[in-house]
């Protein structure tokens, strides 16, 4: 058996084409226990993720954390199930045929859109297996997160590379590090959390909570932190914010080391301690909703907010779907594609 394997033969007649593949990060295909284990163990067992020594942390991921800790996560995901499967996947997927019917519209058939997840299915392998199948010679690949972090737009990319490095034949390849400050994501993200206020009936402070990192990743060079705040500082500007108006924070901590502060919960806790009763919550880390949107912060931290006192709290949903979202996407893409993308 040779080292290197053969690309897929397209038919003859199969004109060349342009791939683009929208990754996000996964999730359980099912709110079971197994299907969350496989899940955890997948994506808690990526370096990425988890930069600890090997000796330390794999006997703690197989000997406590996966027996024990997909029952309480398959508890929040029964919360949030729809009909269709995980959030995540759903509206994934509904986004992905958007970004791809926009792109064909511009560029016609040359452009083929596809889905991938860096833990479970579709996987990155057999995404980039089939875009080879129909005569992908160029693919760009785009990580559906607007903030780089190691943790997530960095395991894409090694997973991206991995598949290609015993290929025969390489597609000509980019990669979409990040969208923070893209103007067509930061309209789409503002112009939200207007019509979110609009629906219901009024402003109130708006808290930007983002998912943490630790934060020794951000001292070992890791942007997040920085693109995050930036992402904020641009909302708040078009939003025309006081410094009063808004907060920003993290959610999301593992484990006992430090992660970037402030943390979510100790903010709700200071605006509470303000007098604040009305927040509204808004995750521009996430670019569909998911467990950590629909249960952490639409039903933990409203349940949180109103124990300290407050009246509402009210989230802002992720951009998913939404026409404008697909547009910003596809204008990301079609830029990237500058050069490979044939005369009219």
């Known amino acids: 058996m040779t080292h290197y394997r053969a690309v897929a033969q397209p038919a003859a007649s199969t004109p060349p084409r342009i791939g683009v593949l929208l990754v996000n990060l996964g999730t359980p295909v099912a709110p079971s226990y197994f299907a969350v284990q496989r899940y955890l163990r997948q994506f808690l067992g990526d370096r990425r993720v988890i930069d600890t020594s090997r000796f330390i ?93 190691s943790s997530t737009t960095g395991s894409v990319f090694d997973r991206a590379s991995k598949v290609l490095q015993r290929w025969r034949w390489l597609p000509e390849t980019r990669f979409v590090n990040d969208y923070h400050n893209d103007t067509g994501y930061i309209d789409a993200l503002t112009a939200s959390i207007q019509n979110h206020w609009e629906q219901v009936g009024g402003r109130s402070h708006l808290l930007f909570s983002y998912h943490g990192i630790p934060a020794v990743y951000v001292k070992e060079g890791d942007p997040y932190q920085a693109h995050a705040e930036a992402t904020t500082r641009m909302v708040v500007s078009r939003l025309g914010l006081a410094e009063e108006d808004y907060s920003h924070c993290y959610q999301s901590r593992f484990g006992s080391v430090v992660w970037l502060q402030p ?51 009210t989230l802002v949903p992720a951009l998913n779907d939404g026409d404008r979202h697909a547009e910003a996407l596809a204008n990301i893409a079609q830029n990237q594609l500058a050069g490979w993308i044939p005369p009219a």
């Open 57 to 149: 942390w794999l006997p703690l991921l197989y000997g406590v954390i996966l027996p024990f800790r997909p029952l309480r996560t398959l508890r929040k995901y029964r919360k949030i199930w729809m009909s269709g499967g995980s959030p995540l996947a759903v509206y994934s997927t509904r986004l992905t045929a958007k970004v791809g019917a926009v792109l064909q519209s511009r560029i016609g058939d040359d452009v083929r859109v596809a889905l991938a997840m860096t833990y479970g299915n579709p996987s990155i392998a057999g995404a980039i297996k089939s875009l080879a199948e129909q005569n992908v010679k160029k693919l760009l690949v785009l990580p559906l997160y607007p903030q780089y972090c």
């Open 263 to 313: 943390y979510t919960e100790d903010t709700l806790k200071k605006l509470a301690e303000r007098g604040l009763r009305k927040l509204t919550i808004v995750s521009p880390s996430f670019a569909v909703d998911c467990l950590e949107t629909l249960e952490e912060c639409a039903i933990e931290y409203r349940d949180k907010f109103l124990e300290l006192g407050g009246e509402t709290l």
